[in-house]
């Protein structure tokens, strides 16, 4: 079965460009989460969306938005980028949003600002 | 929010060596994780653990939620053990996020 998958894997953008990542959850996943990961750190909460609505949100300007298809696939957008978005950006899919769930994260997406 | 610390930030060891990582956290968990992250960025799940004890080959992870901390034993540890090891919290009412800590930075030298 394939496990949670991102794309692309590396991108490099410009300051003030707009950016679009996606992410395929696990077969049978409905809840997918984004978080950021910047060098030397843990990965950050960005976004969760269930059943395509958004659930719960981290502490990220509104430059950052996302969205959840009916398939459950999901994309994270970054609007007018600055250089401190560079990060691993990476999509994390679980079966629900119950209590307790484990979660599975894909490879992540390089994004770097220049 | 929750805190989770992990301790210590960084560790080398010879191949072979035993050692055990921490996570504290501050508040009662749904979830407690422990991940590997590999060279390439990609989160490895070692445990899904929020409370007991599991074991899987050379490493091992025990949970006491009632005193916050969660631990993972490396024994006999490899090469391709090196990377960093973390521990993420679900705090108990907020299903939706995990919390991650700062990481331990496992070197392991031949």
């Known amino acids: 079965d394939a496990g949670v998958t991102q794309s692309p894997t590396h991108l490099i953008k410009t300051r003030g460009q707009h950016v679009t990542l996606r992410c395929s959850p696990i077969s049978g996943h409905k809840s997918v989460s984004w978080y950021q990961q910047v060098l030397g750190q843990g990965p950050q909460f960005i976004f969760q969306y269930y059943e395509k609505e958004e659930r719960g949100r981290g502490n990220f300007p509104d430059r950052f938005s996302a969205r959840q298809f009916p398939n459950y696939s999901s994309e994270l957008n970054v609007n007018a980028l600055l250089l401190g978005d560079s990060a691993l950006y990476l999509c994390?899919?679980?079966?629900?949003?119950?209590?307790?769930?484990?979660?599975?994260f894909g490879q992540g997406t390089r994004l770097t600002v220049v | 929010g929750i805190q989770v610390e992990q301790s210590p930030p960084d560790l080398i060891l010879q191949e072979g060596a035993n050692s055990t990582l921490r996570c504290n956290f501050s508040?009662?968990?749904?979830?407690l994780q422990w991940f590997h992250q590999n060279p390439w960025g990609q989160l490895i799940n070692l445990f899904y653990?929020?409370?007991g004890t599991k074991q899987n080959g050379r490493l091992s992870a025990t949970t006491v939620a009632t005193e916050r901390y969660s631990l993972l034993y490396i024994s006999s540890s490899q090469t391709t053990d090196s990377g960093v090891y973390f521990c993420a919290v679900e705090k108990g009412g907020s299903n939706y996020k995990l919390t991650f800590g700062k990481g331990t930075l496992l070197t392991v030298n031949p």
């Open positions: 994390a899919s679980s079966l629900s949003r119950s209590f307790g769930t484990e979660a599975f």
């Open positions: 653990i929020p409370s």
């Open positions: 508040d009662s968990v749904n979830n």
